[in-house]
């Protein structure tokens, strides 16, 4: 199973979710020879374009989104705090 969405998903004890199917074979098969081969981990299973596909690069886009947001939130502070600072001053001084 891989989860492709950034979201948890949560399976219950004895919640059914796949199935597999075992059968007896009349003759022997062949030895896998195939990309695979001596594959351990799981990650070795994903194809490179999953990884790097269309819910990797939307994921990507909202990081820089909120990147920005934070950006333009501290300039809108920054700003907000001269104009306080400088009518502080005006008051002050008339």
């Known amino acids: 199973m891989f989860n492709t969405s950034n979201r948890a998903v949560f399976l219950k004890r004895g919640q059914h979710y796949a199935t597999i199917e075992f059968n007896k074979l009349i003759e022997p098969a062949e030895v896998y020879k195939g990309q695979y ?6 990650i070795d299973y994903i194809p490179a374009n999953a ?3 269309a819910i990797n690069e939307l994921k990507n886009e909202i990081e820089k989104l909120k990147n920005e947001s934070k950006l333009m939130q501290n300039i809108y502070l920054g700003v907000a705090g001269m104009m306080f600072a400088i009518i502080s001053i005006l008051l002050v001084l008339g």
């Open 51 to 53: 990884l790097q596909g």
């Open 37 to 42: 081969q001596n594959t351990e981990k799981i």
